[in-house]
């Protein structure tokens, strides 16, 4: 093969390259474009009091949720374990304040405490410098 001939191989791969190249650009923008426009049509303005009524709705479950995990550690007899937990994990000093996710991880820091047959774990008493259950 002489050297003409590489040259000419070369510039010919160089130019399919460039077209394959300038192909997906237009692939791409082509996408992005239909995607704004999807986005446009599904998600309509939502109105102040639409946005407020759906941040009430969830405060409110959040607020469900927490009362339903204190309770949860209170009928299991470990609420100080989980404000211990709380404190470790540098949470607020006030349940109120916890978000929701941290309420998740409160929740799964108590199913800890639950045997598999569904009974809470003893809570250990410390008698004379002694663990016991």
Same mark, same amino acid.
Do not use: C, K, M
């Given at each position: 093969m002489t050297n003409a001939e590489r040259k000419a191989r070369r510039s010919e791969s160089a130019r399919r390259a460039a077209g394959r190249r300038r192909q997906a650009k237009e692939e791409a923008r082509d996408n992005r474009a239909e995607q704004a426009?999807?986005? %446009? $049509? !599904? +998600? =309509?303005?939502?109105? &102040? %009091? %639409?946005?407020? #009524?759906? *941040?009430? $709705?969830a405060e409110a479950k959040r607020r469900e949720n927490l009362r339903a995990v @204190? /309770?949860? &550690? =209170? #009928?299991?007899?470990? %609420?100080s374990d @989980?404000?211990? +937990? !709380? =404190?470790?994990?540098?949470?607020?000093h006030h349940p109120g304040r916890w978000t929701a996710e =941290?309420? *998740? *991880? /409160?929740? #799964?820091?108590? !199913?800890g405490f639950i045997r598999p047959?569904?009974?809470?774990?003893? +809570?250990?008493v410390r008698r004379k410098?002694?663990?016991? @259950?």
């Open positions: 426009r999807a986005d %446009e $049509l !599904a +998600h =309509q303005v939502e109105t &102040a %009091e %639409e946005r407020a #009524r759906r *941040a009430e $709705l @204190l /309770a949860e &550690a =209170q #009928r299991i007899r470990r %609420e @989980l404000y211990r +937990h !709380a =404190q470790v994990n540098r949470w607020s =941290q309420i *998740a *991880a /409160a929740r #799964r820091f108590l !199913a047959d569904g009974t809470p774990d003893p +809570h250990p410098g002694r663990w016991r @259950l």
